[in-house]
């Protein structure tokens, strides 16, 4: 016997499974629209656990986060958990 849920759900097409977002680079570019306000030039592990979005302070996530930025340019490291913030444009000016 079937349950009330079942028998309404039969005539109803399957739900759209939504694609997958990488959430990775999505919370890399939270980081980076918070780095871009951080107001001092060096970024700390510390500074990003204690005053970064909720999101991104976990140890391995703030970890993960800033090693993209720095790939892509906007950190640079300093030591193993410090980074130079890079505000300059990266794209060259003709």
Do not use: C, Y
Request: no cysteine.
């Amino acid at each position: 016997m079937a349950t009330l849920f079942e028998r309404l759900r039969r005539g109803q097409p399957a739900p759209e499974e939504k694609p997958k977002h990488n959430d990775d680079h999505t919370k890399a570019e939270l980081l980076l629209g918070w780095v871009n306000r951080w107001p001092k030039p060096v970024l700390t592990l510390s500074d990003l656990r204690n005053f970064s979005p909720r999101s991104i302070r976990n140890k391995e996530t703030a970890l993960s986060t800033a090693k993209i930025l720095a790939a892509h340019g906007h950190l640079t490291p300093l030591a193993a958990h410090k980074w130079q913030i890079n505000r300059q444009p990266i794209i060259p000016t003709p």
